[in-house]
């Protein structure tokens, strides 16, 4: 689950982890109300969405005056960005933030995320602060120095100075513990808020020789947000796909493609399977759709109503191999879909397993329009050629 900036530094505040003020708005007048509560009159204007490289974008004003706040704030909500991590759909902003601005003398990057091919957790440092982490890697790799971290061993004063000493921390934030302080703060929220990725870019050192957290991004498993109540709640539906959010809110196993034929299978291995042969038929799918192994009636219809509120599908292929799932389950709720909703969207269906006869008798006696198959090779087959028309 990603999180605004400003959720982040909310969490991260706990923690110990020093930043400027700020303060978030999502409309003008509210602007207006902190300018005056704040006497604020120059500052930084930043679109809350669920993507960086937001300056790039346009995402991210420095204003020096309260009029010029004000505009600023004009321009930016209700702003779609568009880049790279939002897709060509992008995402709006319905909200800003707003922070005074710093005077800096140098900025760092440190993040904290899971490094899947070592199976460990890692401090990422790196002096080139202020640019994407991802282009630093591969374009200087000398300039990130990485450093492994256990939950159950604290931050050692030799890892510590390891860090120091790559980043060149002197002063303050060496001799006073201030930089180990300000890792460990971001080590502790990174295990206690099961994160997966946990950044600060750019860390900035003061010209008086303080650091500060001016930009912030965390990310937290999906799986362990049962023991997250706090940061479950603040989950914003507006900076996914509506056909996404629908899915959440029916705890369907959905992401959205760019392609034109709907998908739904049961399991997460047959789903993926089912989009590989579609590829390898020459057609692309619109959606990966796990309705998973019990799925109810009212459950599976919600998931068709998803694949068929996107204008981009042509055509529906249906996959089920029913083990724990009940195939006259599947095949009920697509009776009372077409019932209700008639659709023009040809509609493939390959199922085996449990009850399967009774599924198939049940969409051949009231789903006249669905074109059942008896092969995976031969349902994928059969769909892309509908898709193409």
Not at 158 to 172: D, I, S, Y
Request: hydrophobic share 45%.
């Amino acid at each position: 689950m990603e999180l605004h900036e400003f959720q982040a530094k909310e969490l991260l505040q706990k923690f110990g982890i020093p930043m400027p003020p700020f303060f978030v708005a999502g409309s003008v007048a509210e602007v207006e109300k902190i300018i005056r509560d704040q006497h604020l009159d120059k500052a930084v204007v930043k679109v809350q969405v669920h993507a960086g490289g937001r300056g790039k974008a346009g995402g991210v004003k420095i204003v020096h005056s309260p009029d010029e706040i004000i505009e600023a704030a004009k321009a930016l909500l209700g702003m779609k960005i568009v880049n790279e991590q939002t897709g060509p759909d992008g995402l709006v902003a319905n909200k800003i933030l707003l922070s005074p601005l710093v005077s800096f003398a140098k900025e760092y990057y440190v993040g904290i995320t899971i490094d899947r091919k070592k199976a460990e957790v890692s401090l990422i440092v790196s002096k080139a602060g202020g640019v994407e982490i991802e282009q630093v890697a591969k374009e200087r790799p000398s300039h990130i120095h990485v450093e492994p971290l256990f939950k159950e061993s604290p931050f050692s004063e030799e890892q510590f100075e390891r860090v120091a000493h790559f980043l060149g921390w002197q002063g303050l934030i060496r001799e006073e513990g201030k930089g180990k302080k300000l890792i460990e703060g971001l080590i502790q929220a990174f295990f206690d808020y099961d994160a997966t990725l946990l950044e600060i870019n750019p860390l900035v050192e003061t010209k008086e020789g303080h650091l500060t957290a001016v930009d912030m991004k965390l990310s937290v498993d999906d799986n362990a947000l049962f023991r997250q109540p706090k940061i479950a709640a603040l989950y914003d539906p507006t900076q996914i796909s509506p056909q996404e959010a629908s899915a959440k809110e029916f705890d369907l196993a959905f992401v959205n493609l760019k392609g034109d034929i709907g998908c739904m299978v049961n399991g997460a291995g047959l789903a993926m399977a089912t989009m590989d042969l579609i590829y390898f038929k020459g057609g692309k799918p619109a959606n990966f759709l796990d309705v998973g192994g019990g799925a109810t009636q009212e459950k599976v219809s919600s998931g068709f109503k998803i694949i068929l509120s996107d204008p981009q599908v042509k055509a529906i292929l249906i996959n089920i191999f029913g083990g724990i799932m009940n195939c006259a389950t599947i095949a009920l709720a697509l009776k009372e879909l077409l019932q209700d909703k008639k659709t023009k969207l040809p509609i493939v269906c390959r199922m085996e397993g449990t009850n399967v006869d009774e599924a198939k008798k049940i969409l051949h006696d009231f789903c006249p329009g669905v074109i059942a198959c008896d092969t995976f090779d031969g349902a994928a087959e059969l769909v892309v050629t509908l898709a193409k028309g």
